[in-house]
């Protein structure tokens, strides 16, 4: 059913969306700031559900590309967003019938909101990652096979290229992180269009709402200054893993990632008891005592002790207090192929997928 | 070198006068509704002692809370312009646009944004369009506005076109008050345009203050040359925190942890400081408060200043006593103390009291707390210790035992031992430990920029060289320049070899 978001919806999108984000993703502040700039001015969002998308509809992916510190600069533009949309509407010749999100977690989470306010367009309340991960190819569609072209990437300055053709995920990544980079690591882009019966076949569904209802159960327990992590294990299926505080922050960048390993020591029942997880801009593999106990695609997310908000891998510092949970991934990463794209040796880890929800 | 270092508290203004690392003599004085009277009334009574006969002062450091009050409390603000360099970027999100309504009313005189600014590696994003500088200013002129506050995206890498836009300002406004952001350093557009911002909307106060500040120093009779201290605990001299005056929003706690440093003579140790009210306990390294990590919010407005990470708790001594079931603080007399508490003929039983019954502090009527056995006063001490010890374990960063200086004047609450501190150091003029941090405060210079294609090592020293110019822009002398905090983050999604650097240096105020 088509819903209008209120601006409180989209206030708790954006704690939900960073949570979701497992360390990376941006943190969706400015997107927020844009929405309720565009609320002002009298725009609006509606939500749509996957299954209300004819099957020969066709969905715009929007997302932001780039170095989320870059976006702290030139900052996100709304008008931008939707000119990657207009752009693949004129590469296609067709109009879209409704947008999504590439990725729910962090700022991309929000992204196709501000492209949608401007275009009059729903969102289907689907995603491809059901979290945020560093790679085009860290998506369901790449695992269901889908085309990864075409792609179209925009600047504010008015360029616009569009990748139009090529032989895999990988190489779709790799060409358009090319052309980002010569804009300056900042670009709007729109991802390869769908079709509504492959949204409905290998979107992962639910997860705006998802976002908002975590998002709203922290921002409630802030209010009524209860515990914020037990809010959100009261409406996801998640696990506490462990509280600490940051005693090590060692990072590297290599092939333009941020990689690097935060160690953690335990406060009140886990005092006594090390933690470490490794990250690729987003938080890869937990470990408790030296035994891997959380790994891709499991959410690993680390969350301030005492706001409940998430903590990413570009700011977490040395001494702040954080509780460790997890959350579970979408069914589609589980399979033998979905582990090939995103499971721990697709990150360069030699584990064997387990979940902590298996046990 | 020979020192007065003054606190402007809530309640008390302390002074101290330091000589050769010595403190010769420490004074209190009721902090004024103008602050400066306080000022006055505090050197007078240092004065009063004839510790200052026929001495040369070589300076007067003052911690203030008056510009942060300002912007608080929506008072004495001036109209500002606010001229963004970088369009076509950024469109959507205007200068002041996430301020709250009621301050960017009284602050917002105008808006211009025109095309300019830097890519992250030092490329043109666009070139400056100087002719709608010019009309911008023109338009500032009519509109009758003074403050202005310019900011560009990526200017911490290249201020260039800020100075620009600021010298196209000045030949048609030739009086203006400009505020460049790159002046305040620090990558993240709006949180740097902000802290300009609120810093334009101080100017007028800032001048006024400063020279408020500089006759309070004159009428007491001391000649000596007047510099403010600043939030990461150093100080700058008048002219500079004229200029910016933001950088001197919160001094207070800083100084005091700076203080305990000084009178312990550790530099690496927990601080715990025990007000009426509160207690703030937090982590020196290096002799300087371990920094916030986390945005910081003044008035409402997102800044990205640098701050002391710092955990506060509802114990002091004006914390009140509930013996059954047994409750200490949150709710506290503050300085209605001396009238509130029992022992001073009051009728609400405190912490102090407690300290009095117990034989601890000599204060008030001991008579009148004589009700309060031992056994009562041992169960209150171990609560404010249990609960000191609990905030001491939130912020140690380290597994091991740790010493723990305490000081303010609460530090009667804090025992002799406490688990997870190796040792607890109460220090003479422990209740004086800001004003102290004042006085030995040194001239600091920062670094914060994107490098590439160096190695590590040259990038830090690329960004040591810069911090070390910048501190002795800011009044330091060079060869007592020691870097304080150097942190290298690699950028995830850029090119090449990318890392950004922040580096921090101190070094002691220059002579002359």
Redesign the interface.
């Known amino acids: 059913m088509k819903r209008e978001l209120s601006l409180d919806d989209i206030e708790s999108l954006a704690v939900g969306a960073w949570i979701l984000g497992t360390g990376g993703g941006g943190n969706p502040y400015l997107p927020l700031l844009n929405m309720r700039l565009l609320y002002r001015q009298g725009h609006r969002v509606h939500l749509i559900d996957s299954n209300e998308l004819a099957d020969d509809a066709l969905v715009g992916t929007v997302a932001g590309m780039g170095a989320p510190l870059i976006g702290q600069e030139r900052l996100n533009d709304s008008l931008t967003l939707a000119r990657a949309v207009t752009l693949m509407e004129r590469h296609l010749g067709r109009k879209f019938d409704a947008l999504m999100s590439m990725e729910i977690g962090g700022s991309n989470g929000i992204r196709p909101f501000m492209a949608a306010a401007h275009l009059d367009l729903p969102v289907v309340d689907s995603d491809t990652m059901g979290r945020a991960y560093p790679e085009l190819q860290m998506t369901s569609v790449a695992v269901g096979d889908l085309s990864g072209y075409p792609v179209s990437l925009v600047d504010v300055r008015g360029f616009e290229s569009v990748v139009h053709k090529v032989p895999s995920w990988k190489w779709a990544e790799r060409v358009a992180r090319k052309v980002c980079t010569e804009y300056g690591s900042t670009a709007a882009t729109c991802q390869p269009p769908r079709t509504g019966a492959e949204v409905k076949e290998w979107g992962i569904h639910g997860t705006t709402t998802k976002a908002i209802a975590i998002g709203a159960a922290v921002r409630e327990a802030q209010r009524k200054h209860t515990d914020p992590v037990a809010a959100i294990l009261s409406v996801e299926p998640g696990k506490l893993l462990y509280k600490g505080k940051v005693i090590d922050v060692a990072r590297r960048t290599t092939e333009g990632f941020l990689r690097g390993v935060v160690r953690f020591d335990g406060l009140d029942e886990y005092r006594g008891s090390a933690f470490t997880i490794n990250f690729q801009n987003e938080w890869i593999v937990g470990s408790r005592d030296d035994q891997p106990v959380v790994m891709t695609p499991d959410l690993i997310c680390v969350l301030d002790s005492v706001t409940g908000e998430a903590v990413g891998s570009e700011t977490i510092r040395y001494g702040q207090r954080v509780t460790v949970i997890a959350l579970p991934p979408t069914k589609i990463f589980l399979s033998p192929k979905g582990l090939q794209h995103v499971g721990p040796r697709a990150f360069g880890y030699d584990l064997d997928f387990r979940s902590v929800f298996s046990a | 070198m020979r020192r007065i270092g003054i606190d402007v508290g809530g309640t008390n203004t302390d002074a101290v006068l330091i000589e050769e690392g010595n403190v010769v003599r420490a004074v209190k004085a009721p902090t004024s509704e103008d602050v400066t009277t306080g000022i006055l009334d505090s050197l007078k009574s240092l004065g009063s002692t004839g510790v200052l006969q026929g001495k040369k002062i070589d300076g007067v450091m003052i911690g203030t809370t008056h510009f942060i009050n300002a912007v608080v409390q929506r008072r004495s603000l001036t109209k500002v312009a606010a001229l963004r360099l970088?369009m076509?970027?950024?469109?959507?999100?205007p200068p002041f646009?996430?301020w709250p309504e009621d301050l960017a009313a009284l602050v917002r005189g105008g808006v211009w944004m025109v095309e300019g600014?830097h890519?992250?590696d030092g490329?043109l994003?666009?070139p400056l369009d100087e002719a709608a500088v010019t009309k911008a200013a023109g338009e500032m002129k009519a509109a009758g506005l003074k403050s202005v506050g310019i900011s560009a995206?990526?200017s911490p890498l290249d201020p260039g076109h800020e100075r620009r836009a600021a010298e196209l300002v000045s030949k048609i406004i030739p009086d203006a008050v400009i505020t460049c952001s790159s002046d305040l350093g620090r990558?993240?557009?709006?949180e740097r345009e902000n802290a300009g911002l609120l810093n334009a909307a101080l100017a007028d106060l800032a001048r006024d203050t400063i020279a408020a500040f500089e006759k309070a120093i004159a009428d007491s009779g001391i000649a000596a040359p007047l510099f403010i201290t600043q939030n990461d605990g150093t100080v700058a001299e008048a002219a500079q925190a004229r200029r910016l005056p933001v950088y001197s929003f919160a001094s207070g706690a800083t100084n005091s942890m700076r203080g305990a440093a000084y009178l312990s003579g550790l530099s690496d140790a927990m601080v715990i400081d025990v007000g009426g009210t509160t207690t703030d306990v937090g982590?020196l390294k290096h002799g300087f408060p371990?920094e916030a990590?986390s945005v910081v919010k003044v008035g409402g407005v997102r800044t990205l200043f640098r701050m002391p990470?710092l955990l506060s708790i509802g114990l002091g001594g004006g914390s009140h006593v509930q013996l059954d079931p047994l409750k200490v603080g949150p709710v506290s007399v503050g300085y209605r103390l001396l009238k509130e508490g029992i022992a001073f003929g009051g009728r609400q039983l405190t912490t102090t009291d407690i300290a009095v019954a117990a034989g601890v502090l000599e204060l008030g009527d001991r008579k009148k707390v004589a009700h309060l056995d031992a056994a009562t006063c041992k169960k209150v001490f171990a609560e404010a210790a249990r609960m000191a010890e609990e905030a001491i374990?939130?912020?140690?960063?380290?597994?091991g035992d740790v010493p723990l200086i305490a000081v303010g004047g609460g530090a009667f609450l804090i025992p002799e031992k406490l688990p997870g501190v190796s040792k607890v150091i109460h220090v003479e003029h422990g209740d004086c430990a800001n004003a102290v941090g004042a006085a030995i405060a040194q001239v600091s210079g920062e670094c914060d920029q994107i490098f590439k294609d160096l190695s590590r090592a040259e990038a830090l020293s690329a960004a040591q060289g810069i911090a070390n110019d910048r501190a002795v822009a800011a009044g330091a002398a060079r060869a007592s320049l020691a870097t304080i905090e150097s942190e290298d983050?690699?950028?995830?999604?850029?090119?090449g070899?990318?890392?950004?650097v922040r580096v921090r240096v101190v070094g002691d105020v220059a002579a002359g």
């Open positions: 970088g076509p970027a950024s469109a959507s999100l646009c996430d600014g890519e992250y490329r994003f666009m995206i990526f990558i993240g557009l709006l982590q371990r990590n990470d374990d939130r912020m140690k960063t380290e597994a983050m690699p950028l995830a999604y850029l090119p070899n990318s890392v950004r």
